[in-house]
């Protein structure tokens, strides 16, 4: 599977730089094979200490059928300028593929003590202190800049669950017993769960025309979809551009652009012990149609000038053209004419006359068209035309 990346908001614990407090990170895995190496979690940033650049590390992957953490310099051991020895955190209970087990990797700013619990048996602990023990000076953890986590990027298998806390691990949040002694999955939050994806880059004036999804929704369960798009993301919050509410394989209309992002909140039934559950969502989206060029161009030179001519697309798709022009032939790569540098936006015209070239010299020309709908959206080159300007011509 391709895995789960995930970047949190300023203010979230992963999503700030600086001095952190207590932490843990939460999940529950049902592995397929258990294989060496395969990696769950993965988060690599940086911070600056004293002028040097200092590489951070938290990792979590599979080794003889445990489950294995490094952790490299995350902690701020004194305002040191030098990097930290990596720490290693390692499961004793063997993870048994097709069968479920709980997570936590934990540490607490009170007592500098960092703990791996795996079905709510502590199987790992360190003092991250001075002294390396209880009685020591605490470190706090310091992260850099702030990077995406990524889960099960090489993993086989079910993950979920995670939840990231500004918290250290306890025992209530995990577990409860029932009248066997089994051991029951934490209970889901009754306000629900939600994710987003990047923004997603499709083509110029794009249109989604509907989003399908591979899901299970349990009765007393609901799973909500949003949708927004734009031809330019960088400007974008939580709130602009607007989220429209969608349903699944409804059809859309009104949502174009270059960019489509995608919302989907999913709410448990009123005990919060289930939950929807989505594996795969796809957004069905029409790109603009090239315009075909002209078929027929023509070249006449001038005097320190070309004029191209040509004649209209049969294609109703256009909207203009662009001319394209150069001194090889199939680069169009000139920059001195007096109408600007190639390619020149002409318009919804059929002829075109080119100043500031060069007597002597041959030019090389070509028409595209571009789509009535969207400029931007530009259909293949017409055939090549040629003309050398000579000062004995006519303008």
């Not at 306000?191 to 989003?211: A, E, Q, Y």
């Not at 009104?254 to 039934?269: C, R, S």
Request: with cysteine; glycine share 10%.
């Amino acid at each position: 599977m391709g895995g789960l990346r995930i970047r949190g908001n300023e203010g979230t614990f992963f999503g700030t730089e600086g001095l952190k407090g207590s932490f843990s990170i939460e999940f529950w895995l049902c592995p397929s094979i258990s294989e060496n190496g395969e990696v769950i979690l993965n988060w690599e940033s940086s911070k600056e200490i004293n002028g040097n650049l200092i590489f951070q590390h938290l990792n979590a992957i599979f080794n003889k059928g445990h489950l294995e953490w490094t952790i490299s310099n995350l902690f701020d051991f004194f305002n040191s300028d030098k990097e930290d020895a990596d720490i290693i955190m390692k499961g004793s209970t063997n993870i048994i593929p097709d069968t479920w087990s709980y997570h936590a990797l934990s540490y607490d700013c009170e007592t500098g003590l960092l703990e791996y619990v795996v079905n709510g048996i502590t199987e790992d602990i360190r003092y991250v202190t001075s002294t390396g023990t209880e009685d020591g000076e605490i470190s706090l953890v310091f992260l850099g800049t702030p990077s995406e986590l990524q889960f099960c990027t090489e993993y086989t298998g079910k993950i979920d669950g995670i939840r990231i806390l500004k918290r250290a691990y306890s025992q209530p949040d995990f577990q409860s017993a029932d009248n066997a002694g089994k051991l029951s999955p934490v209970q889901y939050l009754p306000s629900g769960g939600r994710f987003v994806t990047k923004p997603i880059m499709v083509s110029n004036g794009s249109t989604l025309n509907s989003i399908s999804a591979e899901m299970s929704v349990p009765s007393k369960t609901a799973v909500c979809y949003y949708v927004r798009s734009g031809d330019n993301f960088y400007g974008w919050t939580d709130s602009y551009p607007e989220w429209k509410p969608v349903e699944a394989d409804e059809q859309l209309t009104g949502i174009t652009g270059l960019y489509f992002q995608l919302a989907v909140e999913l709410f448990p039934d009123g005990d919060g012990a289930v939950t929807p559950s989505i594996t795969q969502i796809t957004m069905n989206y029409t790109e603009l149609a090239d315009p075909l060029p002209p078929f027929v161009v023509k070249a006449a030179a001038g005097n320190g000038s070309v004029t191209v001519s040509w004649n209209y697309s049969v294609d109703d798709n256009a909207g203009g053209y662009y001319l394209y022009y150069g001194t090889r032939s199939g680069e169009y790569l000139g920059r001195i004419a007096l109408e600007g540098e190639s390619p020149i936006n002409v318009g919804n015209i059929t002829s075109f006359t080119v100043t500031g070239l060069e007597n002597g010299t041959i030019y090389y020309f070509a028409v595209a068209a571009w789509s009535v709908y969207d400029n931007r959206v530009i259909g293949n080159l017409s055939k090549e035309v040629f003309a050398r300007p000579l000062a004995r011509l006519k303008k």
